[in-house]
């Protein structure tokens, strides 16, 4: 048996799994990462609890996903919001405690290749994955490997633009993908609705607990049939699907896979976002293109990493 | 000395060249390909000019771009709007004719292949080209090869959605790329701008000419000073800025080339795009995309397809 191990840093914690060959995770453990670590020591934590993990068994590579824009080719972190990092030399700092190479990558990137080593049909090429989380993030495979583009910035589907004249997104501009499909701008539009006194069945909860409207919640609602609820769905899945179709329409991918939080919405998203795709896109590239929703799996962005 | 043979098929005529190994065109020759004609014909035709051409020279690959949904493994033309031909095995048809490997992809993907290959700088290795037409196409250069896709449909930059109830689009759907940036639409909106009043230097043209009105003219009417024609450029190089904006997000690009007879207008739709693509795009992407307008080079295409 040969083993693998990732590291999935974010600005919480790092995530560190042991993965068999199979993609199955052994041993894992966590180190935490908040109040923007000193990187020296993070590496440091993160390299004793890799060597406790293995527990003297040999490995040929360590893989790092890290939350944050990733300078692949040197190994070193330019920024990352989240862990408070600038130009962090990450890969140099973890190659000195370990004998064998360390890969350091974008965790988007990580998890959409643990994503296609995992759950992707063998005979794809190219997939997009798209995760639908807090923010929406995504990364791409192209002609079967991870394609990182030229400074590795690759992927960020979650920032194109749908309406420049939309919602503020965090990241300065307006109407980003992010702000129709990721879960943050999903509950602030449902709360701002309701509070304009849009009919639904939400409107109750909205009045005596307004923090417990999650997308879990609005998904749970709109299966019950609210219909305002379903709309929203409709609306995410739409706005999805238009994105979705001008990727199909440049890069032309066998499988788009979606995932993260959003994404469990599952049908109420996909039956909407298929609709517009279809309309959108030339015939032959949508006939060959697979639209699907990821199996749960919280430890893909460590298990992505394993597999770098 | 060693040349290369390329043909360029679109729905008036083949253009059919011997290229030596600086990409630069030796000798060259028409075949007439209007009124839909019968692919054996065709075929036969071109093959003959090719050795025609040849004089007994030894090639080792003849490359053909077609305008049209090309099965590019299998050399097949899927379908062709402009030449009216439905899945044509071309690549075996011409193959019977040569010694040699005969290679057929679509036209805009030989275009790009070939500004690849003559105008860009040797160390960029993933590059979208745009070509801006009648209509608006693309071509993908990732990681230094041509970047096909799934189905060989890759890089139909041209219909992005811009706006889903944008302009009416020759595709059935409104609001694609092609209907702010391609040659006819812009046309047809200037017309429509004049026909309802608009104030511009265009005006007197219009009343006696309105055939004379072309995106050159109205780069000329720019240059003079014309503010009407300098909001239409700058319109098209918003939108072209957004879209490229998309495109650098998820692809990550060092290299962008803009080319046809829209791209010539250069200033008046660069600077509005630059302007738009760096409001939009993050810092490190940004930073590393050069965008460019393409010296201009009538033979492109069938450089690109002896190239391919």
């Not at 992707?120 to 923010?135: C, D, E, F, R």
């Amino acid at each position: 048996m040969s083993y693998r191990l990732g590291i999935d840093l974010g600005g919480t914690t790092a995530k560190i799994a042991l993965v068999d060959e199979k993609g199955r995770v052994v041993k894992s453990a966590t180190v935490p990462s908040h109040g923007f670590p000193v990187p020296q020591v993070l590496a440091r934590q993160c390299a004793e609890t890799c060597h406790r993990l293995l527990d003297g068994k040999k490995i040929k590579r360590v893989g790092v996903g890290v939350a944050g824009d990733i300078d692949f080719d040197r190994g070193v972190v330019r920024v990352s919001p989240n862990l408070g990092w600038k130009n962090v030399p990450l890969k140099k700092m973890l190659q000195a405690s370990f004998r064998c190479d360390v890969i350091v990558d974008n965790d988007a990137n990580a998890a959409a290749w643990g994503l296609y080593k995992t759950q992707v049909p063998k005979s794809v090429k190219n997939m997009i994955a798209v995760t639908l989380g807090t923010g929406v993030g995504g990364g791409l495979v192209l002609n079967g490997e991870l394609y990182r583009g030229g400074t590795g910035s690759a992927g960020e589907v979650g920032h194109m633009t749908m309406d420049e004249n939309g919602r503020l997104c965090n990241c300065g501009n307006r109407g980003c993908l992010e702000t129709y499909a990721g879960a943050i701008h999903l509950v602030r539009r449902v709360k701002e609705d309701l509070a304009q006194g849009q009919r639904s069945s939400l409107q109750k909860i909205y009045k005596t607990a307004p923090e417990t409207i999650t997308p879990l919640l609005l998904s749970q609602e709109a299966r019950k049939g609210d219909s305002y609820a379903r709309k929203v769905w409709a609306d995410v899945g739409h706005v999805l699907g238009l994105a979705l179709g001008n990727l199909v329409y440049v890069f032309n991918p066998e499988f788009i896979i979606l995932t993260g939080g959003i994404a469990q919405a599952k049908g109420l998203i996909l039956t909407p976002l298929l609709k517009t795709l279809r309309k959108r896109t030339f015939k032959t590239p949508i006939r060959h293109v697979n639209v699907h929703v990821a199996d749960e799996a919280p430890n893909m962005g460590v298990i992505g990493a394993s597999l770098l």
